[in-house]
């Protein structure tokens, strides 16, 4: 072999092994360069899990936002995150847990509960007219002796209020003495009737017959315990038959008038309980029972007068006593309840702050009923055992409104 041979066969393998390295330089290069998928795909789905933070904040200063963590100017703490919303399709505001703590954040689950009609109005205490003794005359007389009362006083039952002379009794009685005892007892009977016409008591006539003297004289005592409302007896005063000497009421119980409005009656109902607190603050609130609406209207007022009946121990409240009248009507019916401090109401709308797991937040628009005490009736918009924020929901409806949060409805989210 001559040496042009040598030198071709040298320069042929000297070429094939510069190809083989420059071919793996390649295919090194190559795998360097491209990238592998699962690896990015997990950092992708990293990146995806971790929130975005879109300014740090003071909480005691939540309208001041800043770009980078560090110390507040305004507290000695440092400033607190604030993520965006994860969820797209739910936004909700995220904050975290010591935060809920350190402001004193209350929650509060919506009830289920009976809707009792509550209404307030005023009213006054009058004289239960169904506990009232009038006492009148039967038969002409004159007055002997009167008692040193006056209208007002409180008398006791069988306290006497007059002795009076009584003329017309003495026939009457002379007839009855007349008839053998024991004999002809229709007759006997008949006479006694007549007497006891004439207003003389059983105990007078029995005694009369016993005796078998006539008495012309009997003494008139209060037949109820409670307040003279009229008295018109005096010494030496001549009575004719049929005239009233006194009007007296009990005090037991009490009515009670309560106005209400021509627009509100609709809901009320016999039975239905009432609480009266009188002006007085050191008076105790009395509960009564709703008896009846009065059929009439009061032309100038436009109410109806509510009829109640109290029960009045010791007698402590008198008839023309004022004050606030609550009325409550239970039914049946029951719905869902939050506490009214929850409710938001900004006008244009009536929210609740929702929370869910995770700390987070969302408001919600409800549909509200009348309030029962201190809850309010939701119609629209939450759930039974739904959680709702109690205090601290302005700032949380605050820091929404800032993130273009809006308000969940009853139809879904309102993205107007």
Known sequence: MNNLSVRLLAAVGLGTLL???ALGVGWQHLHKSTPIPPPQKDAADAAKQEPKVLYWYDPMVPDQHFDKPGPSPFMDMELVPKYAAADEAAPALTVAAGLVQNLGMRKTRVQRLPIAHELEVVGQ?????????????????????????????????????AEFQIPEWLDAQNELLSQPVGQNPHLLATLRARL?????PDALIAKVEKTRQPETRVTITSPISGVLD?????????????????????????????????????????????????????????????????????DSSRTLTARILLDN?????KPGTSGRVLLQSSTKETGL?????????????????????????????????????????????LEEDQEVVVSGQFLLDSEASFLGIAPKTAGGYDHD
């Open 313 to 317: 121990p010791e007698a402590r409240l």
């Open 196 to 200: 006891q016409l004439l207003g003389m």
């Open 19 to 21: 190809l083989g390295i």
């Open 125 to 161: 205490l009058q004289f239960n007219q169904r506990n009232q003794a009038i006492l009148q005359l039967r038969a002409a007389g004159f007055v002997e002796k009167a008692w040193p009362l006056a209208v007002g006083d409180h008398v006791s039952a069988g306290q006497p209020l």
């Open 337 to 381: 309840f939050v506490p009214t401090e929850a409710v938001i109401r900004t006008g244009k709308r009536v929210l609740v702050m929702l929370a869910e797991a995770g700390s987070k937040f969302r408001p919600v628009e409800v549909v509200t009923g009348r309030e029962i005490g201190n809850q309010t009736l939701i119609r629209e918009g």
């Open 230 to 298: 009229m008295l018109d007896v005096k010494t030496g005063m001549a009575l004719v038959s049929g005239a009233t000497l006194a009007k007296i009421n009990n005090l037991d119980s009490l009515w009670l008038d309560a106005a209400i409005p021509e627009a509100r009656a609709t809901g009320l109902h016999p039975g239905d309980k009432a609480i009266f607190h009188s002006a007085n603050p050191a008076e105790p609130a009395l509960t009564g029972t709703l008896e009846y609406l009065l059929p009439s209207l009061n």
